[in-house]
């Protein structure tokens, strides 16, 4: 048998300890996700089955300074394409858009109570990751974002299902048609977040939490959780379907340009 208990990666780690599952995001220089994350969250996903008979939580965190999660890994994505015809470049980008959602959904429908412990960076396809989570605790100095319009794009991880479903168009509307950030304080205003602690805390509250949902009954809690968070499975293909049609516009390929030739810091920033 696969020891699934504890991994060590290049882009990220878990271990199970008292019934908790902590994943540890670390690939510089703020957790961009390509495909060697991706190729590490499938290899969580294949094992959360044999995780979720030995556990109650999920916490996912950053050990990165600088955030959470930057989003996507754009400068793969435009250098892994600039030598195909757009549309090989956009079968390529739909297959990867599949298995991103089908670890996204997975977690995201898992028994199990799932928690992201956010700071910094929380950008693009990292707010869709922390979105998977059933809770998200932030410290103070944590900032979301859709940044993807500048680039031609709509978010592509289900980031939009999964905000509608939380909390409705008019923040899925403001975030996405206008690209700029939300701060941590305003994100529990407006229920993003339900916890907000000071800086460098939130993991610490995250273990608090996940502590707490140890005491229930692991079968009420997943109950409960299926009847208050369903899966769009409609809207997030649908969401793909967008994308893949956005990705053969030339506007797409100048803005990845544009990103990846800056030499701003952050450029991704508001």
Same mark, same amino acid.
């Given at each position: 048998m696969i020891k699934t208990? /504890?991994?060590?990666? +290049? #882009?990220?780690?878990?271990?199970?300890? &008292?019934?908790?599952?902590?994943?540890? =995001?670390?690939?510089? !220089? %703020?957790?961009?996700?390509?495909?060697?994350?991706?190729?590490? =969250?499938?290899?969580?996903?294949?094992?959360? *089955?044999?995780?979720?008979?030995?556990?109650?939580?999920?916490?996912?965190?950053? /050990? +990165? !300074? #600088?955030? $959470? %999660?930057?989003?996507? *890994?754009?400068?793969e994505l435009f250098e892994g394409t600039q030598q195909m015809r757009?549309? *090989?470049? #956009?079968?390529?980008?739909? *297959? $990867?858009?599949?298995?991103?959602?089908?670890?996204?959904?997975?977690?995201? #429908?898992? !028994?199990?109570?799932?928690?992201?412990?956010?700071?910094?960076?929380?950008?693009?396809?990292?707010?869709?990751?922390?979105?998977v989570c059933d809770l998200i605790v932030a410290d103070k100095m944590a900032r979301f974002c859709f940044p993807e319009l500048?680039?031609?794009?709509?978010?592509? $991880?289900?980031?939009?299902?999964?905000?509608?479903? &939380?909390?409705?168009?008019?923040?899925?509307?403001?975030?996405?048609?206008?690209?700029?950030? $939300?701060?941590a304080t305003k994100a529990q205003q407006i229920g993003l977040v339900s916890q907000l602690v000071a800086e460098g805390e939130a993991l610490k509250a995250a273990r608090a939490t996940a502590a707490q949902i140890g005491k229930f009954d692991r079968q009420t809690s997943a109950a409960a959780k299926q009847f208050i968070k369903p899966l769009l499975l409609k809207e997030l293909r649908q969401e793909i379907d967008i994308f893949c049609d956005l990705f053969t516009r030339p506007a797409v390929e100048a803005g990845l340009r544009k990103f990846v030739e800056s030499k701003e810091a952050l450029p991704y920033l508001p």
């Amino acid at each position: 048998m696969i020891k699934t208990n /504890q991994f060590k990666g +290049q #882009a990220l780690s878990w271990e199970l300890k &008292d019934g908790i599952i902590e994943l540890a =995001l670390h690939r510089d !220089p %703020c957790n961009e996700i390509g495909s060697l994350t991706l190729g590490e =969250l499938e290899r969580f996903s294949a094992a959360l *089955d044999e995780l979720t008979a030995i556990s109650h939580a999920v916490i996912l965190h950053s /050990q +990165q !300074p #600088a955030g $959470f %999660c930057a989003g996507a *890994d754009l400068r793969e994505l435009f250098e892994g394409t600039q030598q195909m015809r757009r549309e *090989d470049a #956009a079968r390529g980008v739909r *297959d $990867f858009l599949e298995r991103i959602h089908a670890v996204f959904n997975k977690i995201d #429908a898992s !028994p199990l109570t799932t928690i992201a412990a956010v700071h910094g960076v929380t950008f693009g396809g990292g707010f869709e990751l922390a979105l998977v989570c059933d809770l998200i605790v932030a410290d103070k100095m944590a900032r979301f974002c859709f940044p993807e319009l500048r680039l031609g794009l709509i978010p592509g $991880f289900g980031g939009i299902p999964r905000l509608k479903r &939380d909390l409705g168009n008019s923040v899925a509307r403001d975030l996405l048609l206008t690209g700029r950030s $939300f701060n941590a304080t305003k994100a529990q205003q407006i229920g993003l977040v339900s916890q907000l602690v000071a800086e460098g805390e939130a993991l610490k509250a995250a273990r608090a939490t996940a502590a707490q949902i140890g005491k229930f009954d692991r079968q009420t809690s997943a109950a409960a959780k299926q009847f208050i968070k369903p899966l769009l499975l409609k809207e997030l293909r649908q969401e793909i379907d967008i994308f893949c049609d956005l990705f053969t516009r030339p506007a797409v390929e100048a803005g990845l340009r544009k990103f990846v030739e800056s030499k701003e810091a952050l450029p991704y920033l508001p």
